[in-house]
Structure formats: C-alpha cells, structure tokens
T-cell receptor
Framework: AQSVTQPDIHITVSEGASLELRCNYS??????LFWYVQSPGQGLQLLLK??????LVQGIKGFEAEFKRSQSSFNLRKPSVHWSDAAEYFC???????????FGTGTQLKVEL | GAVVSQHPSWVICKSGTSVKIECRSL??????MFWYRQFPKQSLMLMAT?????????EQGVEKDKFLINHASLTLSTLTVTSAHPEDSSFYIC?????????????FGPGTRLTVT
C-alpha cells in the first residue's frame, strides 16, 4: 500500500539552529512529493514540491528539500530556524494527475528562543 | 496564486441538525476538489473526492449519506453534515486541484471548525 511516513512526531530546535524534518515514502514508482505547513487552526500552505528533475528543491520561507531515490526520502531542511517557523509540518505524496494526496502523520516543530 | 476559501470558518450546531460548509476556488476553476477531516493533533484524513458535475467518490469508511458532497460548479463544492452528532465535531478542510507549471497540485482552504453540542 502507498504510504508516507514522518518518523518524528515532535522536534524542538533553538532559534537560529538548522532544521531537518524527515519524510519517507513507499510507492511503486516515484510519486510526486510535497511539504505543507499548518499553523494552529489554519489550513495548509504549500512549502515546496518535487515532480522530477533537480533533486534539491527550493521552497518558500527559506525551506528546501532533497529527494533521494535510494533512500525513498524527501527530507525538509532550513539552515536557520525562526521562531515563526513553529508549526505542524506535513509531508504528502500522490501519483500525479490531480490524484488524491497521502499525508504523513505530521511533525510538530517547536522553536525555543 | 490560487486561493481557496471556506465558509463558515467555524460553526456550532445542535445535535440532530445539518450543517453546510462551502469551499470556493476564488481565482481559478477546479474540476476536482477534495474534502478532508482532521482531528486534534492528527493528520488529514481524506473523506471524499468531489468532481464537478458528477457524484463524489468517498473513501472507505466514510458514510456518504451522512456527509453529502455537491460540486455544482467549477468554483464551488459543498459538504453537508446531516444529522450531526458530537462525534462529528472536527476540523474540515477542503482543497482544489489545479494545473500549475505543467502538473497538478492542491491548494487548501483555511478550514472549518465544526462543534456539535
């Protein structure tokens, strides 16, 4: 079955520190991959996406993600975290063509000042 | 960018009544919209896929007679929770699928908080 796994439920980092959120997928073929961020009581905002081509993807708010086929991973990174980055982060995948998304369970990011 | 709105943003209703939630794509047309449900501190659970002009496709375990979905136009999909009960209290989020840079991606609405008393 197709699935997306986010191994870390909670992560706490200090402001200014680097961040990496993990995401692994299990699909028959390489899916389309997405990272979304959700602030409390809000909808989801797309940070970045990977369809094909360059495996290092740049997104909004200084985030980037690297697709690694050999590890079936699509980890999200940020060199220096800001207090406003505290939120819930979801990795998601689909097989393209407007198909439904499969979400990971999410990672709650806390930023210490 | 593509903007999706939801109305209302929150609603409180009494047990046994019905509630309608609207999802609109404001600056684009969406042939496909999706409805999700999210419980506190949990991930999004897809409820159904709504296609303009046709019946919605429900995920396994979702009661189609309880969660009525209508996609009457290319910019509007509605979710009606019929005979609501306290266990239906949740955060409901819609999304609209749009072609962007040669591929499809989903844009999400801000969500609707439903509380059934």
């Amino acid at each position: 079955a197709q699935s997306v796994t986010q191994p870390d439920i909670h992560i706490t980092v200090s402001e200014g520190a680097s961040l990496e959120l993990r995401c692994n997928y299990s699909y028959g073929a390489t899916p389309y991959l997405f990272w979304y961020v959700q602030s409390p009581g809000q909808g989801l905002q797309l940070l970045l996406k990977y369809f094909s081509g360059d495996t290092l993807v740049q997104g909004i708010k200084g985030f980037e993600a690297e697709f690694k086929r050999s590890q079936s991973s699509f980890n999200l990174r940020k060199p220096s975290v800001h207090w406003s980055d505290a939120a819930e982060y979801f990795c998601a995948a689909n097989t393209g063509g407007g198909n439904k998304l499969t979400f990971g369970t999410g990672t709650q990011l806390k930023v210490e000042l | 960018g593509a903007v999706v709105s939801q109305h209302p943003s929150w609603v409180i209703c009494k047990s046994g009544t019905s509630v309608k939630i609207e999802c609109r794509s404001l600056d684009f047309q969406a042939t496909t919209m999706f409805w999700y449900r999210q419980f506190p501190k949990q991930s999004l659970m897809l409820m159904a896929t709504s296609n303009e002009g046709s019946k919605a496709t429900y995920e396994q375990g979702v009661e189609k007679d309880k969660f009525l979905i209508n996609h009457a136009s290319l910019t509007l999909s509605t979710l009606t929770v019929t005979s609501a009960h306290p266990e239906d209290s949740s955060f409901y989020i819609c999304s609209a699928s749009v072609m962007t840079s040669g591929s499809y991606e989903q844009y999400f609405g801000p969500g609707t908080r439903l509380t059934v008393t």
